[in-house]
């Protein structure tokens, strides 16, 4: 993965840099439902993974905030120019293995490799095949409707962390999907967060277009 180390002396962040590093939990997490109608609709159609459709979407909404491809290496911010996700896979015993996925191309190419490498990634477990700092990690608890949720951090991680959980239909008949965006304050301020959701939202729109 290609990167550019920042000039940390002109970071117009600098202050903030430090500060938030300074503290025990320096991450910001927000919960957002997201109408998730038309990607829905997309993958039904198309018989194609609502998943992978969601990966997809929410993969290049985060690329497209270069505040969320940033981690801190030592005292320094590297910032990729584009990052991959490593996404959970359930296994039959209901524990999970990690799979990585690449996703700056069409959707039909996309399919096809995402689905080469959840099949191929029983085989690593939870030992990650590429470069670790600069994945998007993404969860999924398909099995509820959440309104918030608090995730686990190791260390000083950067990466972050995506996760949605079970659409549900409102009454107004639109599919509504809780998802959460976990960040390093250090690197990332709300701003970035609302840009990532209203990217998020432009990416699922563009599915209607498709139908």
Known sequence: ??????????????AHFDYFRS??????????NIDVTQALQYSKKYN????????????????????????IRGDQIVEYAEC??????????????????????ELPMYYAQAEKARKKCTENGITEDENVESMYFVSTVPWFHYSALIQPVGGSESNPRITWGKYETNANGEVIMPVSLLVH?????????GQFYENLNREIHKYGSLL
Do not use: W
């Not at 993965?1 to 600098?14: A, E, G, W």
């Not at 194609?48 to 979407?57: P, R």
């Not at 996700?85 to 015993?93: K, R």
């Open 84 to 105: 991959p996700t490593s996404h959970i896979e359930l296994l039959p015993d209901s524990t999970y293995c990690y799979c990585t996925i690449h996703h700056h191309m």
């Open 23 to 32: 503290l025990q939990y320096p991450y910001a997490g927000t919960t957002v």
């Open 185 to 193: 304050h250090a690197l990332v301020d709300g701003i970035h967060i």
């Open 1 to 14: 993965m290609s990167y550019t180390i920042l000039d940390m002396q002109n970071y117009k962040r600098r």
């Open 48 to 71: 194609c993974s609502f998943y992978l459709t969601i990966l997809h979407a929410a993969a290049l909404a985060a690329d497209d905030v270069k505040e969320l491809r940033q981690r």
